[in-house]
Every structure is written in C-alpha cells, then in structure tokens.
C-alpha cells in the first residue's frame, strides 16, 4: 500500500462546476496535509495547507480533512480551465521530506 | 509566499560534461532543501535532502557521487550532475522548508530546471 495514494484521473468536469479531489493516507499519526498544483512543465506550487479536522477555506478551494478516515480532499468550486492541471496530495509523515502522492490530474471541459 | 529561485532554468549539455544548478531560499532561511528529479509525465521523484553544513542524505537507487549536492549556507543549495549523459535529461526541481517565521513543514519549490544531455 502506498503511503499517499490518489486516484490519477483524469478527472474530468464541465467549467462552472465543482472538482472534487481525494487522497488517502496509511500514516495515523501524520499531523500536517497540504495540496499542491503542477502545471505541465512547471514546478508545483502550494495551494493550501490544513492541520485540524474539518474545512479549511481559501478563496474557490477547500481543503477538507478527516484524520479518523484518513484521508484530505479538495473543492474546486467553479472550476476554471485554467484549474487543469495534476493536483498533488502531500503529507507530512514525520521525514525529513514531505510524502507526495503520484497526483490527480484535473481537466476543466470549456 | 515564502520564493525559491532556481538557476538555470534551463541547459543543455554534451555527454560527459558536468552541470551545476543553484537553488536559493529568497526572503526565507531554508533549514532544508530537497532536490527532486521528474521525468515526463511521471511523478516527482526525491533525491536527496541537504541541511546546511551537512552531508546530504540519497535517495535510495541515487548515485551520490554523480549528484553532487553542497548547502552552503541557510540560503543556497548546489546540485552538480557529474559526467552527464543523455538518461540524466530531467526536469530537477528543488524544494526548501523554512525555520521560524515560515512554516517549518512547508515545502516551499523553486520553478525547476530542465536539463537535456545530448
């Protein structure tokens, strides 16, 4: 089983809609969760963080965290095209390094 | 947000050459800094992860002394990929987390640095 595990999609949904993303993850005791986004060729760059359970609101993204099931996902509400691109789950897991999952790629239909 | 720059962001080299690439914490101090490698369409991959004045530590299955990583300072990380050949064409991205002031399990990415070995 791997430690961070997402589905790889593609998701896809029609512009206006709401994307929903998920993630599961195998370490009880990781504290700190974060969602990344990775446009093709570029670097990923952090979309949110959350610490606590329940919903964590920034903008158009939630982050929603439930450390009883494991597992984080994120709310895109009227999703973009400009949102395509491969969504990366993260957990810290108590390394050094922060423990990425192989990421969702998101396609937003115009 | 706390910026990584990386320079270049792009090379290419002949087979057999050596090429550094610098990762720097800009308005932060980076207690660490990873350098990941990601080839097309695939996920990211770790490398290795350096704290300032310390040796690095590999990812299992990376040649340490083909990928040879100095952290200088709390602000700057080398990566040098030694005697480059064409399998080393990747895109390297490296990442850094901050001490206090920034979060300190943030991992913060420079854009990356596309390499192509001809």
């Given at each position: 089983?791997?430690e961070v595990e997402?589905?790889?999609?593609?998701?896809?949904?029609?512009?206006?809609?709401?994307?929903?993303?998920?993630?599961?993850?195998?370490?009880?005791?990781?504290?700190?969760?974060?969602?990344?986004?990775?446009?093709?060729g570029?670097?990923?760059?952090?979309?949110?963080?959350?610490?606590?359970?329940?919903?964590?609101?920034?903008?158009?993204?939630?982050?929603?965290?439930?450390?009883?099931?494991?597992?984080?996902?994120?709310?895109?509400?009227?999703?973009?095209?400009?949102?395509?691109?491969?969504?990366?789950?993260?957990?810290?897991t108590g390394?050094?390094?922060l423990?990425?999952?192989?990421?969702?790629?998101?396609?937003?239909?115009? | 947000?706390?910026?990584?720059?990386?320079?270049?962001?792009?090379?290419?080299?002949?087979?057999?050459?050596?090429?550094?690439i610098?990762?720097?914490?800009?308005?932060?101090?980076?207690?660490?800094?990873?350098?990941?490698?990601?080839?097309?369409?695939?996920?990211?991959?770790?490398?290795?992860?350096?704290?300032?004045?310390?040796?690095?530590?590999?990812?299992?299955?990376?040649?340490?002394?083909?990928?040879?990583i100095?952290?200088?300072?709390?602000?700057?990380?080398?990566?040098?990929?030694?005697?480059?050949h064409?399998?080393?064409?990747?895109?390297?991205?490296?990442s850094?987390?901050?001490?206090?002031?920034?979060?300190t399990?943030?991992?913060?990415?420079?854009?990356?640095?596309?390499l192509?070995?001809l």
């Amino acid at each position: 089983q791997k430690e961070v595990e997402q589905n790889s999609g593609p998701l896809s949904v029609p512009e206006g809609a709401i994307a929903s993303l998920n993630c599961t993850y195998s370490d009880r005791g990781s504290q700190s969760f974060f969602w990344y986004r990775q446009y093709s060729g570029k670097s990923p760059e952090l979309i949110m963080s959350i610490y606590s359970n329940g919903d964590k609101e920034d903008g158009r993204f939630t982050a929603q965290l439930n450390k009883a099931s494991q597992y984080v996902s994120l709310l895109i509400r009227d999703s973009q095209p400009s949102d395509s691109a491969t969504y990366l789950c993260a957990v810290d897991t108590g390394r050094r390094a922060l423990t990425f999952g192989s990421g969702t790629r998101l396609q937003v239909q115009p | 947000g706390a910026v990584v720059s990386q320079h270049p962001s792009w090379v290419i080299c002949k087979s057999g050459t050596s090429v550094k690439i610098e990762c720097r914490s800009l308005d932060f101090q980076a207690t660490t800094m990873f350098w990941y490698r990601q080839f097309p369409k695939q996920s990211l991959m770790l490398m290795a992860t350096s704290n300032e004045g310390s040796k690095a530590t590999y990812e299992q299955g990376v040649e340490k002394d083909k990928f040879l990583i100095n952290h200088a300072s709390l602000t700057l990380s080398t990566l040098t990929v030694t005697s480059a050949h064409p399998e080393d064409s990747s895109f390297y991205i490296c990442s850094a987390k901050g001490l206090a002031g920034r979060s300190t399990d943030t991992q913060y990415f420079g854009p990356g640095t596309r390499l192509t070995v001809l």
